[in-house]
C-alpha cells in the first residue's frame, strides 16, 4: 500500500482538522475552567452571607423567644402587677399611719 499525493493531502487535511479542534477544545476547556472557579468562588461568598445571616437570625429570634416568655409573658405580668399593688397599697396603708402619728403628735411636745 503506498500513499500518494492525493492519499498525503488528505491525511495532512485530517491532521490539521485534528489539530485546530484540539486547540479548540482546550481553549474551551481552560474557558469553562476559570468559569467554574468563578462559580465557585461566587457559592462561597453567598455561603459566608448565608450564614452571617442565619446568625443574626438566629439571635433575633433568641431575644424575641425570651422577651415572649420570660418578659412578657402574662404570668410573669401578672405577678409583678400583683406585687406593685401590695407594694402601693402598703405605701398608703404607711402613709396613713404617719399622719395619725403626726396628728397624734401635733408638732408639740408638751411641758415637763
Known amino acids: 500500500m503506498e500513499l500518494g ?8 487535511i485530517v491532521l490539521t482538522g485534528i489539530a485546530t479542534t484540539w486547540g ?12 467554574l472557579e468563578d462559580a465557585k468562588t461566587s457559592l462561597s461568598e453567598v ?5 452571617k445571616l442565619e446568625a443574626k437570625q438566629a439571635v433575633a429570634l433568641s431575644s424575641i423567644d425570651v422577651m ?5 409573658s402574662p404570668q ?14 402598703r405605701l398608703n ?15 408639740r411636745h408638751p411641758s415637763t
Open 68 to 72: 415572649a416568655k420570660d418578659i412578657l
Open 93 to 107: 396603708s404607711l402613709e396613713r399611719m404617719m399622719d395619725k402619728q403626726i396628728h397624734l403628735h401635733n408638732g
Open 5 to 12: 499525493p492525493r492519499e498525503l493531502m488528505t491525511f495532512g
Open 47 to 51: 455561603h459566608t452571607r448565608l450564614d
Open 76 to 89: 410573669i405580668l401578672k405577678e409583678r402587677s400583683e406585687r406593685d399593688g401590695a407594694i402601693t397599697e
Open 24 to 35: 479548540v477544545l482546550k481553549a474551551t476547556i481552560k474557558s469553562l475552567t476559570a468559569t
